[in-house]
């Protein structure tokens, strides 16, 4: 079995930074992409950022210049560094991975989700 386990999160106020960190354990022969996604209330699900396994990273337009993903390949964790941080940033964050079984088939995982809250 697989987890994903993100950790990190918290109260800021605007302007403020945080590092969420997800770090997958279990059985893994590899990890081809990383992503944080992001979920408001009463919104939907949407992608922030994905990282793959060279380090390639993609960015939702909104977010550019803000938020930066980086991954730790040896550690199977994944970062999201958030800088200048504003209300509307106010949601659940989950990491969703890419794990790649004994087989070479490919299983999709979400973490339990870690809150973050901009408010002053």
């Known amino acids: 079995q697989v987890q994903l386990v993100e950790s990190g999160g918290g109260l800021v106020q605007p302007g403020g930074s945080l590092r969420l960190s997800c770090a997958a354990s279990?059985?893994?022969?590899?990890?081809?992409?990383m992503s944080w996604y992001r979920q408001a209330p009463g919104k939907q699900r949407d992608l922030v950022a994905t990282?793959?396994?060279?380090?390639?990273?993609n960015y939702a337009d909104s977010l550019k210049g803000r938020f930066t993903i980086s991954r730790d390949n040896a550690k199977n964790t994944v970062y999201l560094q958030m800088n200048s941080l504003k209300p509307e940033d106010t949601a659940v964050y989950y990491c969703?991975?890419?794990?790649?079984?004994?087989?070479?088939?490919?299983?999709?995982?979400w973490g339990q989700g870690t809150q973050v809250t901009v408010s002053s």
């Open positions: 969703y991975a890419a794990i790649r079984r004994i087989s070479g088939s490919l299983a999709w995982y």
């Open positions: 279990g059985t893994i022969f590899g990890i081809p992409a």
């Open positions: 990282i793959t396994s060279d380090g390639d990273t």
